[in-house]
């Protein structure tokens, strides 16, 4: 059964906008909330002279990719060293016996 909840998510200086979300995520969706405007907020106050709203978000929306595929590389890398390193202790494990 999908729980589902619908939410107005309401970012920067933008209308609200309606997200449909289980509703075991609606923490992690106030958060982001909460996050991507008080970003949106200090760099839109940094680059005021020379950034619309609308390019502030564009940086805010690019910071938040970037970082989502770092960490996506870091768990790949992480779940690759983990493979290598279980094959490497089933091999001394094995030779042991």
Do not use: G
Not at 1 to 9: A, G, H, S, Y
Not at 17 to 26: H, L, Q, R, T, V
Not at 41 to 69: G, P
Request: net charge negative.
């Amino acid at each position: 059964m999908d729980n589902k909840k619908q939410i107005e998510v309401r970012l920067a200086n933008c209308k609200p906008i309606p997200f449909m979300i289980n509703e075991d995520e609606e923490e992690i969706a106030i958060k982001a909330q909460e996050d991507v405007t008080h970003i949106w907020k200090v760099w839109r106050e940094r680059y005021s002279k020379e950034k619309s709203s609308f390019e502030v978000m564009a940086m805010v929306a690019f910071q938040y990719a970037r970082l989502y595929y770092t960490k996506d590389a870091h768990e790949s890398n992480t779940i690759e060293l983990l493979d290598n390193f279980e094959k490497e202790l089933d091999s001394l494990l094995l030779k042991t016996e």
